[in-house]
């Protein structure tokens, strides 16, 4: 996403080699936002949807041994 330019836009180098001389994303991001206000509430919003879908999972297991 905008943590890392290697781990976004650099996947696409071999495609594109110009793309390595591209801005990371947070460099654009700090002119307006606090980049490691906005990195940490991202990766506790990924955290979150992580550890609801894990009780969804967890859940429907429960009902599907209950009904065996």
Not at 2 to 17: H, K, R, S, W
Not at 20 to 40: E, G, W
């Amino acid at each position: 996403m905008m943590f890392d330019q290697t781990l976004n836009i650099g996947l696409f180098n071999p495609l594109n080699e110009s793309l390595s001389y591209v801005a990371p994303l947070s460099s654009y991001i700090q002119r307006y936002f606090d980049v490691n206000l906005l990195k940490s509430l991202v990766r506790s919003i990924f955290a979150g949807a992580s550890i609801f879908y894990l009780y969804l999972l967890s859940k429907e297991d429960k009902i599907l041994i209950n009904d065996k």
